[in-house]
């Protein structure tokens, strides 16, 4: 029986803002938040893509075409730059033309489908993206990507809404994004059974010591490696990547 492995990547792209190198660096990055800004970080985030040979990528906190991209797709900078052929950007947080935030998925898997679904409101609007892509023309998996809020009692409630919707999905399932917490017990006693987890610290990039970004699949799925590439620091989260199998 021929075997799939796929290398994904779980990252925080923290909208090319680019705070790679401790705290003190905030104060001076900050500005990139709102305004058009190099976009230096996103073409090392697409170029590590490719250099670490990943197959899909689960990508948080980037914009759109709006005053802080520049009115560019953030997006579309790191596809090309990755070398991979699809994408989609799930939009979470729009204040046209000052900012448009959301997530994507990257890929060089066919998308079959995709679409956004809205989670409960913290103090911003999370939601969480779907696609299903086609291996090897013969097998179709549920890919979700998340960021989740800072405040428990609303990433709580996220974490129920995300469980029943992956709940739902008759795919295999691959579940990736940052969790914002520690402790992602309340949302893997609320998943459907046989969804495993898998993480390594990624926070803060300087000086790894949290696992914010983490990965979820199903049983039909096997776990091969996972490692951290601080040398490809890009903002100030770096990259969880993961080997899974078919």
Not at 26 to 38: A, D, E, N, Q
Not at 103 to 132: C, D, N, S, W
Request: proline share 5%; glycine share 6%; hydrophobic share 40%.
């Amino acid at each position: 029986m021929r075997r799939n492995r796929i290398r994904i990547a779980v990252l925080n792209a923290q909208s090319g803002v680019g705070t790679t190198l401790g705290r003190r660096q905030y104060v001076t990055t900050g500005w990139r938040y709102r305004l058009p800004h190099t976009n230096k970080y996103l073409l090392q985030a697409g170029q590590m893509l490719q250099e670490e040979r990943v197959d899909l990528a689960l990508c948080v906190e980037l914009s759109e075409h709006s005053l802080t991209s520049g009115f560019k797709s953030q997006t579309e900078i790191m596809r090309e730059a990755s070398g991979l052929s699809n994408s989609t950007f799930f939009s979470a947080s729009r204040l046209y033309p000052f900012l448009h935030e959301g997530l994507a998925v990257i890929t060089r898997y066919p998308i079959k489908e995709a679409q956004t679904h809205l989670l409960p409101r913290g103090l911003f609007q999370r939601v969480m993206g779907e696609v299903v892509i086609e291996i090897d023309h013969q097998t179709n998996i549920s890919v979700f990507v998340t960021h989740l809020a800072l405040g428990e009692k609303a990433r709580e409630e996220q974490c129920e809404a995300v469980a029943e919707i992956v709940g739902k999905s008759g795919n295999p399932v691959i579940l990736g994004g940052d969790f914002n917490t520690k402790d992602t017990t309340w949302l893997t006693e609320r998943l459907p059974p046989g969804l495993r987890e898998c993480s390594d610290p990624t926070f803060p990039a300087w000086r790894p010591r949290v696992a914010l970004q983490r990965l979820f699949f199903n049983e039909e799925i096997r776990l091969r490696e996972v490692w951290t590439a601080p040398a490809r620091a890009f903002s100030d989260h770096l990259p969880l990547l993961v080997q899974i199998e078919l």
